[in-house]
């Protein structure tokens, strides 16, 4: 007689509650800020003056200026809080000797063939990398937010319109930060690793 064994069934990836809560506030939180950014951007464009590159009402919140800045700050407020509660979570459950990048990762790039060990050493420098870019983001947001009471941010950078521009340019880092970190965790656990972080 003939026996069959069923095939072991793959364990499906889990998340913390924590980083749940974290990835999903954070795509908010982002959204918003994109979005009433951009409705920012169009009452005084960076690029070109007044009369410079005009985002398409689709891709704004808030309908006005001071619309969008209500948001701007609404997104910075929830996005920020996030991210030092995350970074206290990290601390309190250790999980940053496994989310940021370490020695091991970068012999790993120089030495290893596996593909895995590959994907998470890259996604790890990446995740590390991001660090000073959204650091960056926020310091400059509150130079701009207000100049007068600190002016010493606006001086770091020369003038108010280098300070709007860096502002500016951390955005598609910050993007681009999103499709890489996507990209690399399909790679390391397909598509149910990346929906396990949310749900």
Do not use: C, E
């Given at each position: 007689m003939d026996s069959t064994v069923p095939p072991k069934s793959r364990k499906l990836p889990t998340q913390a509650i924590g980083a749940k809560i974290f990835h999903s506030c954070n795509i908010i939180s982002l959204f918003i800020m994109l979005?009433?950014?951009?409705?920012?951007?169009?009452?005084?464009?960076?690029?070109?003056?007044?009369a410079g590159?005009?985002?398409?009402?689709?891709?704004t919140l808030g309908g006005w200026l001071?619309?969008?800045?209500?948001?701007?700050?609404?997104?910075?407020?929830?996005?920020?809080?996030?991210l030092l509660w995350y970074g206290i979570y990290v601390l309190i459950t250790r999980r940053w000797r496994h989310?940021?990048?370490?020695?091991?990762?970068?012999?790993?790039?120089?030495?290893t063939q596996n593909s895995k060990r590959l994907s998470y050493a890259w996604h790890r420098i990446v995740y590390t990398a991001i660090?000073?870019?959204?650091?960056?983001?926020?310091?400059?947001?509150?130079?701009?937010?207000?100049?007068?009471?600190?002016?010493?941010?606006?001086d770091m950078f020369g003038s108010w319109e280098a300070l709007r521009i860096v502002h500016f340019s951390s955005v598609p880092s910050v993007i681009l930060f999103v499709l890489i970190h996507w990209q690399l965790g399909r790679k390391a656990g397909g598509e149910e690793l990346t929906e396990s972080m949310f749900w």
């Open positions: 979005t009433s950014g951009l409705q920012i951007y169009n009452a005084n464009p960076v690029f070109g003056g007044r590159l005009h985002i398409p009402p689709l891709f001071a619309g969008g800045r209500h948001w701007h700050f609404a997104g910075m407020w929830l996005f920020s809080l996030n989310r940021f990048v370490n020695i091991n990762d970068i012999k790993a790039l120089q030495k660090i000073p870019i959204l650091l960056l983001a926020l310091f400059t947001g509150i130079g701009m937010y207000k100049p007068a009471q600190f002016s010493w941010i606006v």
